[in-house]
């Protein structure tokens, strides 16, 4: 019996031994852990931080989006009055040529201008291309005419 109780601590002794060796391999794996819980919380930190980017950046878009969007509002609105204020002009003297009185006046002008035209060009005196070329200050509507619709310069 002696070589029994023997045997059975010399047994428990080496499975001591052999469980404490093990402990020892595994005492590492707390150095592991900690690093392991460092670099994951340092990953939640990154992660937070490129989630908040994201956000910022789809918010900027957003703002783009809306500016954009005035720009071509005013835009548009600019385009449609130009042109309410062109037709309005266009009516305005489409109206006044039907009036008897002006058409006599652009005639008179016109006959005017004509006859202005030659005696420079017999004169010999030559004008700038750029002083003629101006269609609307030099067509054939009257000064008071165009003066009334703000196309004489000076008004």
Known sequence: MKGILNSAREDHTSAVKS???????????????????????????????AFELEQKTAL??????????????????????????ADNIIAKITKELENPKTLQQVLQQSIADVESGDRIVKSGLDQPAASI??????????????ASYGLWPGD
């Open 19 to 49: 469980r404490i060796q093990n402990v020892k391999q595994l005492g590492s794996v707390i150095d592991v852990t900690k690093q392991l819980f460092e670099v994951s919380k340092e990953t939640a930190t990154l992660e937070a931080r």
């Open 60 to 85: 900027v878009q957003e703002a783009k989006q809306v500016l954009d969007s005035w720009v071509r509002y005013e835009g548009q609105v600019k385009q449609r009055q130009q042109r309410e204020l």
């Open 133 to 146: 070329d101006n269609s609307i200050i030099h067509s054939p509507l009257p000064k008071t005419f165009k």
